[in-house]
Structures are given as C-alpha cells and as structure tokens.
C-alpha cells in the first residue's frame, strides 16, 4: 500500500514515543555525559522547546551525526498546537531541500501554493499577481518534523517540562533554547541575554476558516469604534490528485485558512472586545468580516486577543546555552517571518557546528551569521507592524495607491520588485497618480510655489568643509556644477552660514558678506545655464553650539585646538563630554541672530538661488531651540512647544519677507532626537504644521544628531517613516531623505504617496551623474532627465563583456540524440 501523502519514510526502525508526561521515545539508552564545551561537534545535545525551530535543529543536528545523542523536551502533547496555518518562502525552502531533503519532500506534498494578493478597501478589491506563497497547516508541519525525528532517532519528550537550563547546561554538551517568545531559558540568564523587549499598540487574536482563499487577503473594514483589519490566507486545500486512500483522512484534508483579525488597542476597547470570551470573540469577527468570509464562521483554537512584543538580545549564547527562534527574536506576522527565521536559525546553526573547531567559535559564528538577517527582517516588520497601527492615516488615498502603500509598506517589496511581478498592476497605480506613459514616478515634476521641479530626486546638503573665509570657491563650482549636470531636479548647497561665528568650522560656507554673496552667484550662474532645468538651493543655518570645531576628517565635532570663537545657544549646555560650553542667548543676541539670517537671505536672493531651506534641524541653533532635551529655558521661549518655536518661528518669518514672494522656502527638522524625553512624534507633526501656517512651502524631514548620546535605529530608508507622517498628518509636502539609496527606493516612495521628494546625499558623491543613470537603467528619455548636450552621446549604459557569441542552438537537438543513444546527460554535456 502506498505512503501516506507527504509521510516522512524512516531510515531505519521508527523509534516508539511515550506520551504520558515524564517519557519519551527511548532512541539511545546511554545517560548523558558530562559536558566538553571545546568539542567541535557536541554529542548530546538538549533542545528547550518542540516547536518547528526546535524539532528542525534537533533532526539536522542527528542526521549530521548519527551517533549524537539528542533529546527535545516540549511541554505539550504532540499534537497540542497553536495558531493554524505557516508560510514558508521559497529560499527557506532552499535551505531546507539542500539540508534534508526528505523533509523538503514532504513538505512539498502537502504546501498550499498560490501567487496573488487582494487588498479590499471599501468595497473595492485591487489584486496583484506573481508572489508566490507557499503554506501549510502547523499541525502537519509538526507531525512531518515528529516523524522525521523519530526515524533519526531523536528522543522526543512530550508533556515534559525541560529541566532547569543551568542544569541541562553541566549534563549537555549544547542546550538549544527554541522555547518561545516567553522563554524561561532568556529569563533565566537575562543578565546575559540582556533582552529588550518592546509591546506595540495593537491587539490582534489568530482564528481560523473551513475554506480556503484563493490569495492573500487583506480586508479593511471601517466600522463605528474605528478600523479594523483581517489578514488571511490559506493552508489547506483537498488534494484531487492523489486517490482518496492516500490522503489523510480527518480535518487535515479539508479546506482552511488561517484569519488573524488586528486593531489599534483603543478600537479594540470601544469595541467591547475586552469584555468577550474566546467564542464571543470569534462570533464577533465573523459577523464584522462577513464579507469576507462569505457568511462562513469563524473557529479558534485556544485563541486570545494579545499585543506583539519585539524581542531583541544583545546576546544569543552563554557558555553551551544558545537561544533560536522567538527566543532570540521575534518579528510581527505581518511578514510571515516567525517560523521562517525559526528554521532559518536552525540550519545556520548545524551548519556552524560543522564548521567551526570548537563549540565558542560555532556560536559566536551563527551569532554573527543570523543577527544581520534578523536585524533587517526585523527593521522589515516593525515598518510593517507599525503601517498596520498607523493604518486609519492611508484610508483617504485613491484606491490603487493605497494598495501599493500596503504592499510596499515594510520597504522589501519595491516598485521594481511589483513591476516585475505584475506590471499591469503597478502600471494602473502609476495611471492613477499620473505618470505619462513609459515614466517612471521618479521623473514626473513637483511644483513648490512658483518653482516647478522636473523631477523628484534633490541632491542632499552636505557640508564640504572646503571653503576659505566662508567664501565657496572652485571646488564647489565642480561640486554643486557637476550634480546639477547630473539630472538631479533640485541641488542643495551645504549649510551656508549666516555669520562668522556661526560656522560649524573653519571650513564653513558663508552668506554673510558680499563677497561671499558674489562667489556663489557664480555658481548659480553655471547651473542656470549649462544644466537648464536643474533648480538650485540654499540651505541657511547657524551652528549654535555645535561650533569652532575641527574639520569632519580632523576630528568631527571636536573643538579647534586654537583659534576659537563664542558659541551661542538656547541653554548654556554642551554637546558631548569633550565639547566646549556655550552662552545662552539673550534676547539681544536673538535679534542679533534673526537679522543676521534676514541679511543672508537677502544675499542668497541676490545670489540667485531658486529655493531657499532654514535649517532647524541636527543640534544646530534654531533645533536647539526646539528640541526639549536642548532647550531649558524659563522664559517665553522655552518650556511649552509653543514657546520652543517661538524663536525658529520669528527667524522663518524674518527670512520670509525679505526672500522674494514667488520662490519657496522649505525647513528642515529633526522629527526625533533618538533620545528619551526628546522630540515626540506628535510634536515633530505640531513643528511642521507650524512652519506651514507661517509659509513653508515643504518640511525636509531628517532626524537625530541634536544630542551625542543618540541611540538611532538605523536601516534602509529609516527616516522615511517620519516624513510619512508628517505629510500625512500635518498635510504638508516632504522631503524624505536618509538611507534611501536606489532609484527604486524613490519611486517607491513617492508612488505610495510616504514622499513629495527624496534628497540622497551618498549617492551623489558616489556618483555625480545619479539621477541620469538611473534614466538610463530604467530606459527612460523624457523631459524628466536631460542629458546635456556634451553628454548625450553617453546616454546609453556602456556595454560590458561580450555580447557576440554564437548561442548553443543545437543543445537541445544534441542531447535528445543523446538520450535516444542511451548517452548520460553530462556525458552529453560534456560533448
């Protein structure tokens, strides 16, 4: 008789499994033996946790040495489980069917797979096509680990609670601790561990459907408490090729889905939900998904409404004890990680064990291998997490744009990447947010009051440190000159200092006199006529108190070793441990500095410049002003946030009425200070609203550098988030700008509405030409991007390596000859 579908085939006799609390399968008589800590390869090996993390470790770490004895405790029955349905991507996958393929086989037999996504918003349904989603029941994931377990001869303790950590660390050789998000084992050695973990602002319970849906369904639903969210897919389907005698019989081979329903904790509240039980609870979203569910029901399975955490540690090993899976980390469901990096985890950690010549290394070296990967999937989901908790902020966005919003919302998923998955789907949301045809969203225009921008990439300002007696010269001539020929829509001077004693150092620009004045309309001069088109800014700032320090290659922010002037700033308080103290500013002294920005505003007009930026951002005077952590004054500008932007407020309107009407002003701004008690989320909204009520065209929306002892979390486009909501909730344009590296990251940003603009800095020193090959890769010609004429003769990306060789044509005839001859293939291969 046939195998069962997708039973796991054992390699020698199948090892019996006690059940009853206190036993398990007797796979090895032999009691453990003390532990060799130094061994390369550890022959008795606990695993804290039978979970898909730890029964995976626990079959890999067998198979790679048979006569390892392994023993896995789990608490619960073998066929106790929580939650329903798993996703696995294709390159775990990978991993898996190079590691063991019998498992990978198995779990061929019986994945759900399908390749679309549909996002119902408002009675409208928006599907994108070619994801490829690969899913199964936990409960079969399970047994297919159990049963490949027992045929390797792992001893596999139900019903068990795992003895103390510290004691199965003086008997074991290697204790795995897979044991969950609530981990005793972390708990246990926390002070090693050092873990960090952080509760978010939904609630969210996992329940489950008796059918199966035809994608990934994401379903918003507006209701009087406030919104409400269902994310399913499904795990189970009939199989209607096998023959009924081969399939599992019972509820494993019916239809399912899993349904996990999400809302903030204060619409969860409203909604009564607080005061329902498990049925209650699941009655309720069934009737309030009804539409998706077709009217079908809801069931659960030991199913509570519960809060994420993000678990993070600053170590993963302690002597022979290393933590896997939730354990080590957690990242939100929203991404489909958390068995994935489970197993993930596990390979990297045989792997490790095979590699390395003693059991320290091995684990510093998966330490070292995961934590990278983990960090990036964890950057992914907490962007993920928090567009979900923010979800009520995108619900006015036309139709295809919010789709795109929620499919690109954790930064994996980009323009290009959709583009290339379902280009009907993606050109529809370009339509809809006007892209002519063939133009990708990055070059279409941006119109700030009386400046149109042809495109939305800005050139960044960074300080260059280059100037003599602030007066720019012909490295920024070459500098600015050579960005603007690049194709950028907009290029940003670096911040141009409005007095002597407002220099950051000695190498500062200046506007503060007119010669000065004179320097830089030579510049402008250049951009206006040989890169037409291209707009031209100055960003005005004074340091503060982050002043009279050497030049960044010589030592950043530390002060000169002579030849210092006065620093001036809102509280007589340093910058960092080394740094000079400053005055605090009297109130002469900001009508000093006020008129000080008036006059160099007036010069920068003169000069030519298009557009003109007040910096009130990274530690320097006017954010020093805002910031709470910088600014402890009694008097009427400090205290209150009001009174904080009392000052950068006047200095605004000052420059204001001396920049000519019709050219925009933006303002930059540190919307936090990655410090506790800094600027709030809410306040860095108040700040931009606040600028635009007194004329600020757009908010250049940065972060940080206001206090030395930041902690900020950096990553791919990481500041982005704030920009997005400062555009969103304040109703202001932005420019995005940190980390945003790729003309796939700007048009994704810009086409899911989180930016106006995006200023890169990095890239353009890279490269000056940026924005023009990047034209060039995406096959773009168009008003966008202008090659200048000298140039144009380069628009094309140069050819590499050889493009003329012949093409195998007679590969397939040849080995079908081949193979009517009886010729192995890599025989014929080889011909």
Sequence with gaps: MPAARGSVPASGARGRVDQRPGRGARAATTAPRPPATTRSRPLHAAIIGGGPGGLYTAALLKRLAPDRQVTVWERNAPDDTFGFGVVLSDETLGGIEHADPVVHEALQADFVRWDDIDIVHRGTRHTSSGHRFAALGRRRLLEILHDRCHALGVRLRFGTEAPDPARLSETYDLVVAADG?????????????????????????????????????????????????????????????????????????????????EMREE?????????????????????????????????????????????????????????????AHTAHFSIGSGTKLAVEDALALAACLEEQPTLEQALTAYEEERRPVVASTQRAARASLEWFEDLSRYLDQPPRRFAFNLLTRSRRVTHGNLRLRDARFTGSVEREFGCPPGTPPMFTPFRLRGLTVRNRVVVSPMDMYSATDGVPGDFHLVHLGARALGGAGLVMTEMVCVSEEGRITPGCAGLYTDRQCQAWRRITDFVHERAPGTAIGVQLGHSGRKGSTRLMWEGIDEPLPEGNWPLVAPSPLPYGPGSRTPRELTRDGMADVREQFAAAAARAARAGFDLLELHCAHGYLLSGFLSPLTNHRTDAYGGSLDNRLRFPLEVFDAVRAVWPPQRPMTVRVSATDWAEGGTSGEEAVAIARAFAAHGADAID????????????????????????RIRHEAGVPVIAVGAISSWDDVNSLVLAGRADLCALARPHLYDPHWTLHAAAEQGYEGPGAVWPTPYRAGSRRPVTGRTDAPKPRLTLHARRQDAAAGVAPDAASEV
């Design 181 to 261: 998000v609530h981990s005793t084992t972390r708990d246990t050695y926390r002070d090693v561990f050092r873990p960090h973990l952080t509760a978010h602002r939904c609630r969210y319970i996992w329940l489950a459907a008796d059918f199966a849906f035809d994608a990934f369904r994401f379903e918003i639903v507006e209701t009087e408490h406030g919104v409400m969210q269902l994310h399913g897919y499904p795990y189970a389907r009939p199989s209607p090729d096998r023959h009924p005698s081969t399939r599992p019989s019972g509820p494993q081979n019916r239809s399912a889905s899993t349904v996990i329903v």
């Design 267 to 327: 619409v969860w509240r409203a909604a009564g939900f607080d005061e329902l039980d498990e049925a209650e609870s699941t009655a309720r979203c069934a009737e309030i998904f009804t539409d998706a569910l077709g009217g079908r029901p809801l069931r659960s399975n030991k199913s509570a409404w519960t809060t994420f955490r993000t678990v993070v540690n600053e170590r993963w090993s302690h002597g022979n004890v290393v933590l896997l899976g939730d354990a």
């Design 701 to 724: 929306v940065s972060t940080g550098q206001v206090v030395a002892d930041e902690r900020p979390q950096y990553g791919r486009s990481y500041q982005t988030p704030y920009a997005d």
